[in-house]
């Protein structure tokens, strides 16, 4: 019997993409396994999501100092940032590394980012194996860790949108054209460069996410800059629903963001056939390809023109197909079926 544990500790923190990502990849596995393999999952207090044949791992406090699953075969740690490792290891450990999105944020100090580092350093120095969600977050990787690159791999993340097609209530319903973006509202996601794209139209600007802190209030400044204050919507977190509702009825997604690993709500708009805006920076063009458009700048004439030609292109060769199958390339199903297939090959 093959034993493989999972850390999926981070689910205590919903409505993410780490939350996303352990769903899909532990139902997935418990579908794929085999008889002659044993799935352990290291799960919060009280989640019971998961359905099929596995042992749960019960969260214990003293398990962030004192944790060792010595007695199987395979360890995966799904995120760099976990806060359990193992004291003694199992046979083989694996580490996804999601991002090293902090080497891109200007709040950070050098000193945080260099005790971040060596904390990552250590774990990949006592890791079997590394995985990537994208060629981007390796290519970081490899510039800023120690690591061979016989050690390393890339298994890109999935996407999968629930679909509710009657539903028609959403917390905030615009009465115009709206330009839509969800995510953590944190000054990495640059969501403060958006309200200038109102200028000159009747566009409405909602961002949906939680806002953890007051990077808000620079969205708000530069809305009232611009003299649309009363068209932007900071919606908070929305449920599923209104996320569906808000993909499936915006004029274009927008993701300016300067920091991303992978860079899930790209796909999620491109799954509805979207015109979708991006920055140019971090994974976002190796996530948008050829069928996204990108702000490789954030002044108000580049960004301005960027939206208006993509429009009129969107417009004129009705792409939303090239998109929709851009986007079909990024599979929960093929994502677990690469782990399950790396974990095999350490065995």
């Known amino acids: 019997m093959h034993h493989i544990g999972l850390d999926f500790e981070k689910l205590k923190y919903p409505h993410n993409g780490l939350y996303t990502f352990c769903i899909q990849l532990g139902q997935r596995l418990l579908q794929l396994k085999a008889d002659d393999e044993q799935l352990s999952y290291y799960l919060p207090a009280g989640f ?46 694996i580490l996804t590394i999601h991002d090293l ?3 891109f944020e200007p709040n950070k100090s050098k000193g945080e980012k260099s005790r971040a580092l060596e904390a990552i350093q250590q774990q990949v120095d006592e890791t079997d194996h590394i995985v ?15 690591v061979p690159k016989s050690k390393c791999s890339i298994i890109y993340q999935g996407s999968e949108i629930k679909e509710f097609p009657g539903f028609d209530a959403p917390q905030y319903r615009p009465t115009v054209p709206f330009l839509f973006a969800i995510g953590m509202v944190l000054p990495k996601k640059n969501f403060h460069v958006l309200p ?15 806002t953890p802190g007051d990077y808000f209030k620079k969205i708000e400044e530069e809305a009232a800059k611009y003299g649309v204050s009363s068209r932007v919507k900071l919606l908070g977190s929305i449920t599923d629903e209104e996320k569906y509702w808000y993909y499936k009825s915006c004029k274009a997604f927008m993701f300016p963001s300067v ?13 509805f056939g979207k015109p979708v805006f ?5 994974s976002l063009p190796e996530i948008g390809g050829d069928a996204a458009y990108y702000f490789k700048q954030f002044d108000k004439e580049h960004m301005q023109q960027v939206l208006e030609e993509g429009l009129t292109h969107y417009a004129a060769n009705n792409p939303a197909n090239a998109i929709q199958q851009h986007a079909g390339k990024f599979s929960w199903d093929t994502n677990a079926r690469e782990y399950i297939k790396l974990y095999r090959s350490l065995y």
């Open 132 to 146: 990537a969600i994208s060629q981007f977050t390796l290519n970081t990787i490899q510039e800023y860790i120690k």
């Open 48 to 93: 019971k999501d998961f359905k099929g044949d596995f042992k749960k791992i019960p969260y214990k406090w003293y398990h962030r100092y004192a944790f060792h699953p010595s007695e199987m075969d395979i360890w995966h740690a799904v995120h760099q940032t976990g806060n359990v490792w193992p004291r003694k290891k199992a046979k083989k450990t």
């Open 259 to 271: 920091a991303e690993g992978f860079g899930a709500p790209v796909v999620e708009a491109m799954h």
């Open 278 to 282: 991006l920055s140019d920076k971090t």
């Open 196 to 210: 200038k794209l109102l200028e000159h139209n009747d566009y409405e600007l909602l961002i949906a996410g939680k």
């Open 101 to 103: 999105n902090f080497l």
